[in-house]
């Protein structure tokens, strides 16, 4: 049997949330017991996001296989038991680069390439590929209704449901219903002219998810599906909410799934949505609070930590704990005299994610210092770890001129440089060390407590690695490398038995953890975050009540 296909459009505006309500069809479809994968479709002219900004794209989302690709990735994997690579994610650009050298090996026997129906061709081919073994592919198309980019992913689509036919085929177009506060209504006009746009390239979409910050009364709901040309129960109301975990509860409410079965002619048993209720249940009815500092170098911007941020979520919720995120800019604690100490006292944890550059280092480098040495738990991810590692090589091995030559060409030394096997690569594209490796973890180590195995395997995105050349020096100090690739070449984990909870990681641990299981080294972390908050506010009332109790210098007059 064939897989049928469901296509997620949006309009009127960007940021609707086209990734959350293709996760979150997924996610229902699958706890209906219907296999499903998803796929995202972007329509810049990138190969892929590895080398864009993340103040405009947000995260590089990285797969097993290595791949570098959109945020929306991270969603899918979140929310259902969907194995994503890089057939996952197309890019015009990857697309017209396959044409391209096609073109050149003379693939198409000196035929005129255009759009319809090379780039078309490619696009079905693309998403069909993925589509073999599952029930349903769920297929996300990037931008907006009505932008030049998307055009010929519109068409493709459009081709797909000539093809194959409605029950094969099915349109979910994400839309925005707003509330004009001065008039005091909800208005229907954005969502009309949206539709409007999709028919105009002959698409007529069989599902409108109304983006919107109330339900829509049966009023609205027949109002849009008249001048929209759509069933009354399927303009559905995709209710803003607190928590992305609802999403699939206020869908299930509004029937999308029974709808998506209905149309798509698919047998299915009764969804079971008890462990969503539960992490549901847990958001809103937290026992205590944990606060987490996250000095970075993208604050400004929070997508650019999408999964960091879910991931530390998922391990608060373990522990039935609301977590408080800070996100401080790594620039603002390069001060002296150690005046950024007043900017951390107040964290239960501190956590110093993965990035690119030399801007902010100094300021990494003192909040590292302040968890060590005051005995805060810390976490560093990537560059946290290796920030890390020139902050124990310069405050405690007493080589002051530690660093990494991404920062320093010249350092004297050279507790961080460029991978090996990428030395003479000066492209940025593709040239990292990406995806699935291997670690092996040390015996009796936090690692290994906190993993309870040995081997493991995680996703990586770094281009330098510790050096090996200074591990007797650091390792002589109290440094512990407790997790290494099975050759011996790569230090992936790095420890401080001294201390409560120090730990770091080259890998990106946050790409693999989701709301129902939570990443090891997330969890433990919060847990111990949230014990050094209850030592700390008990110190803090001792310290008061000692003051309180103090006998008083009585006056001699």
Request: charged share 25%; aromatic share 8%; glycine share 8%.
């Amino acid at each position: 049997m064939s897989a049928k296909y469901i296509f997620v459009t949006g309009g009127v505006v960007s940021s609707l949330g086209k990734g959350l309500a293709a996760a979150s069809i997924g996610c229902l479809l699958e706890t209906r017991g219907i296999k499903v994968n998803l796929m995202k479709i972007d329509p810049y002219l990138n190969v892929d996001p590895g080398t864009m900004s993340p103040f405009q794209h947000g995260e590089v989302f990285v797969t097993d296989d290595g791949a570098e690709t959109d945020l929306d990735l991270g969603h899918y994997e979140r929310f259902t038991h969907a194995k994503l690579s890089r057939d996952n994610n197309w890019t015009t650009g990857r697309i017209y680069e396959q044409i391209i050298a096609k073109e050149r090996r003379g693939d198409y026997l000196g035929k005129t390439v255009q759009v319809i129906p090379h780039v078309t061709d490619e696009i079905k081919a693309a998403m069909k590929k993925v589509a073999q073994d599952v029930e349903v592919l769920i297929v996300e198309i990037g931008g907006t209704v009505g932008d030049i980019e998307s055009l010929p992913f519109l068409e493709a689509i459009r081709q797909m449901r000539l093809e194959l036919g409605r029950e094969q085929t099915l349109f979910v177009h994400v839309t925005l219903v707003p509330f004009i506060a001065a008039a005091q209504e909800l208005k229907t006009k954005p969502t009309q002219h949206s539709v409007k746009e999709l028919l105009s390239l002959g698409i007529q979409p069989d599902i409108l998810l109304c983006r919107t910050d109330r339900f829509l009364s049966q009023e609205i709901k027949s109002k849009i599906a008249l001048f929209c040309n759509v069933q009354e129960e399927a303009v559905i109301t995709a209710k803003d909410v607190n928590s992305i975990y609802e999403v699939p509860l206020v869908f299930s409410q509004e029937g999308v799934d029974a709808l998506v079965l209905r149309y798509l002619r698919l047998e299915a048993k009764e969804r079971d949505l008890q462990q969503w209720k539960e992490i549901v249940h847990r958001v809103y009815n937290p026992k205590a609070e944990v606060t987490i500092g996250i000095v970075g170098k993208y604050v400004e911007y929070e997508d650019s930590y999408k999964s960091l941020k879910e991931a530390l979520g998922h391990g608060a919720l373990a522990h039935n704990l609301k977590l408080h995120l800070n996100w401080i800019e790594a620039e603002s604690l390069e001060t002296e005299d150690r005046v950024y100490e007043e900017q951390l006292q107040n964290y239960d944890g501190i956590l110093v994610p993965g990035g690119f550059g030399k801007r902010g280092i100094e300021g990494m480098l003192n909040a590292i210092r302040y968890a060590r040495e005051q005995k805060v738990p810390y976490f560093g991810i990537c560059l946290g770890m290796q920030i890390a590692c020139i902050e124990f090589a310069r405050h405690v091995c007493g080589l002051r001129e530690a660093n990494s030559t991404e920062f320093d060409p010249a350092t004297p030394h050279r507790v961080i440089y460029k991978l090996r096997e990428l030395r003479g690569v000066e492209e940025l594209g593709g040239t990292m060390r990406l995806g699935a490796w291997i670690c092996k973890i040390v015996p009796g180590t936090l690692a290994h407590r906190i993993y309870g195995r040995l081997e493991i395997s995680e996703r990586h995105r770094h281009r330098y690695e510790f050096n090996r050349d200074y591990e007797e020096t650091l390792v002589a100090a109290g440094l512990k490398i407790s997790g290494s690739t099975p050759d011996g070449t790569y230090v992936e984990i790095i420890e401080l038995p001294d201390h409560p909870h120090f730990l770091g990681c080259q890998f990106h641990p946050e790409f693999k953890s989701k709301p129902l299981e939570p990443h090891p080294l997330f969890r433990a972390f919060i847990g111990a975050a949230y014990d050094h908050g209850l030592r700390r506010r008990a110190d803090k009332v001792a310290a008061e009540l000692e003051m309180f109790h103090r006998p008083q210098k009585v006056s001699s007059r």
